[in-house]
T-cell receptor, first 114, second 115 residues
Framework: AAGVIQSPRHLIKEKRETATLKCYPI?????VYWYQQGPGQDPQFLIS???????DKGSIPDRFSAQQFSDYHSELNMSSLELGDSALYFC?????????????FGEGSWLTVV | GENVEQHPSTLSVQEGDSAVIKCTYS??????FPWYKQELGKRPQLIID?????GEKKDQRIAVTLNKTAKHFSLHITETQPEDSAVYFC??????????????FGKGTTLSVSS
């Protein structure tokens, strides 16, 4: 079965640079979520989109922005990168059904800021 | 907003023993409680979930129980095996906005199963 696809898998950036992560949800999934997971930490919810509209916002820094496009893929844009932004970024997707929405995670994108 | 607490943070058991991980949540409107298993550097993988209209769910060696009144839910793993060693996260979500109900995670439990 198709899974959530994230790219790039690994990314190295310098401080103050900009990075863009991409996410392709499972086909027919209408909701995308972004999570940030630091070393030894639990995944922290950043932002989510439902049918291309922002549906929920978590602890996303003002330096970050995201959007969901007409083909349902999503991009997370991170500017003025800081060392503390180094983390594993997960995208997840779900489809709301009568029994609820089960959320599936992608493999993640490793961002290292040096 | 929702707050999920998870205990214990580490758990060591012998192969064949049972393991129990407990979580509490704060938002009484939360209605979906999944458990994820995460190996080092890999994605969280859904192992079992329960919705608020059910008190218990079982899938082979894994079971989850939910007490809505007390706002806590637990993961039970029986006959543990070394390959069960990983970090386990509980999570909760409540209806917010439209369909994009975000999961809020507990801090995780590192389970070590020794043979």
């Amino acid at each position: 079965a198709a899974g959530v696809i994230q790219s790039p898998r690994h990314l190295i950036k310098e401080k103050r640079e900009t990075a863009t992560l991409k996410c392709y949800p499972i086909p027919r999934h209408d909701t995308v979520y972004w999570y940030q997971q630091g070393p030894g930490q639990d995944p922290q919810f950043l932002i989510s989109f439902y049918e291309k509209m922002q549906s929920d916002k978590g602890s996303i820094p003002d330096r970050f922005s995201a959007q969901q496009f007409s083909d349902y893929h999503s991009e997370l844009n991170m500017s003025s990168l800081e060392l503390g932004d180094s983390a594993l970024y997960f995208c997840a997707s779900s489809h709301l059904t009568r029994s609820g929405n089960t959320i599936y995670f992608g493999e993640g994108s490793w961002l290292t800021v040096v | 907003g929702e707050n999920v607490e998870q205990h214990p943070s580490t758990l060591s058991v012998q192969e064949g023993d049972s393991a129990v991980i407990k979580c509490t949540y704060s938002d009484s409107a939360s209605n979906y409680f999944p458990w994820y298993k995460q190996e080092l550097g890999k994605r969280p993988q859904l192992i079992i979930d329960i919705r608020s209209n059910v008190g218990e769910k079982k899938d082979q060696r894994i079971a989850v129980t939910l007490n809505k009144t007390a706002k806590h839910f637990s993961l039970h793993i029986t006959e543990t095996q070394p390959e069960d060693s990983a970090v386990y996260f509980c999570a909760a979500s409540s209806p917010r906005g439209q369909a994009g109900t975000a999961l809020i995670f507990g801090k995780g439990t590192t389970l070590s199963v020794s043979s």
